[in-house]
């Protein structure tokens, strides 16, 4: 059964930084792009980031380039990162890590995790 489980959600104030992690599990990974969406109350979900299996395709929505950085260890248990810099109260939202075959980016993803919430206090 695969299993996606985030952490590093909290509470930051506005011009700080957080790291979220995923931890990937119950499947092989190779061939899966992982990723990260996010959904604000009242708004709908939004792709925020995505890597390729090979790193060699990164994709990030406009609003976070320059501000996040996405990562992953592809080692014996697949583990992606957000790094967030410069957090603005508009990045709050609750924070999905996401996985699917292929190269990611803005596409129907197969596997999600449970969400870690993210508020940015201005």
């Known amino acids: 059964q695969v299993q996606l489980v985030e952490s590093g959600g909290g509470l930051v104030q506005a011009g700080g930084s957080l790291r979220l992690s995923c931890a990937a599990s119950?499947?092989?990974?190779?061939?899966?792009?992982m990723g990260w969406f996010r959904q604000a109350p009242g708004k709908e979900r939004e792709f925020v980031a995505s890597?390729?299996?090979?790193?060699?395709?990164?994709?990030y929505v406009d609003s976070v380039k320059g501000r996040f950085t996405i990562s992953r260890d592809n080692a014996k248990n697949t583990i992606v990162y957000l790094q967030m810099n410069r957090l603005k109260p508009e990045d709050t939202a609750v924070y999905y890590c996401?996985?699917?075959?292929?190269?990611?980016?803005?596409?129907?993803?197969?596997?999600w995790g449970q969400g870690t919430q993210v508020t940015v206090s201005s």
């Open positions: 890597i390729s299996w090979s790193k060699s395709n990164i994709y």
């Open positions: 996401v996985s699917t075959r292929g190269r990611g980016g803005i596409m129907s993803y197969d596997y």
């Open positions: 119950g499947r092989t990974f190779s061939s899966y792009a």
